[in-house]
């Protein structure tokens, strides 16, 4: 028998409270708001079912979920690490390294784009624009940008993530 899939009460609040912004009839402007919240509450991915709840939830079709939740690449659509290495990967920070910093994750790691360690530690995420390129090369962990990267400082941030130091936001 399958887990029914449902938000914590407090997480149900706060969707409907997302919600009560938006006229009646336009309860997918809410889809951004609520695909992160059930992200986060449902293991750090959104499977099929998650996603399919989130369009009940919001009375629209799952498709219109699908679409929004695949577009986007701060969404998961397979279960991840705890911290996911978002590197860009763009004009700026190619110029400026960020192969480099790419392919020493990679090998440090021994994951390829897209894996996860064995351990479940870490996710290497290739990313498209960050938005940083005056601060190049640069990666996202959590909601927070580290700059300038170097080999060195790579490595610090691994560090500090394998021993619990690093807060995702």
């Given at each position: 028998?399958?887990?029914?899939?449902?938000?914590?009460?407090?997480?149900?609040?706060?969707?409907?409270?997302?919600?009560?912004?938006?006229?009646?009839?336009?309860?997918?402007?809410?889809?951004?708001?609520?695909?992160?919240?059930?992200?986060?509450?449902f293991?750090?991915?959104?499977?099929?079912?998650?996603?399919?709840?989130?369009?009940?939830?919001?009375?629209?079709?799952?498709?219109?979920?699908?679409?929004?939740?695949?577009?986007?690449?701060?969404?998961?659509?397979?279960?991840?690490?705890?911290?996911?290495?978002?590197?860009?990967?763009?004009?700026?920070?190619?110029v400026?390294?960020?192969?480099?910093?790419?392919?020493?994750?990679?090998?440090?790691?021994?994951?390829?784009?897209?894996?996860?360690?064995?351990?479940?530690?870490?996710?290497?995420?290739?990313?498209?624009?960050?938005?940083?390129?005056?601060?190049?090369?640069?990666?996202?962990?959590?909601?927070?940008?580290?700059?300038?990267?170097?080999?060195?400082k790579?490595?610090?941030?691994?560090?500090?993530?394998?021993?619990?130091?690093?807060?995702?936001?």
């Open positions: 028998m399958s887990e029914t899939i449902a938000f914590k009460p407090e997480s149900l609040a706060q969707v409907h409270k997302i919600m009560a912004r938006y006229p009646e009839g336009r309860q997918k402007s809410a889809l951004l708001p609520v695909l992160h919240i059930a992200q986060k509450e293991g750090g991915w959104l499977d099929v079912p998650v996603m399919d709840y989130v369009a009940e939830l919001l009375s629209i079709k799952p498709i219109e979920v699908y679409e929004v939740a695949t577009f986007y690449t701060m969404f998961n659509m397979k279960p991840v690490g705890k911290y996911v290495l978002e590197v860009c990967r763009t004009g700026p920070c190619m400026c390294g960020s192969e480099k910093i790419l392919d020493h994750i990679r090998t440090k790691l021994n994951i390829k784009d897209g894996e996860t360690t064995e351990d479940g530690m870490f996710t290497l995420k290739p990313a498209e624009c960050l938005g940083a390129c005056g601060y190049a090369p640069m990666l996202q962990l959590g909601k927070f940008f580290h700059e300038n990267l170097t080999i060195e790579v490595d610090e941030i691994l560090d500090l993530c394998r021993a619990g130091q690093v807060d995702l936001g």
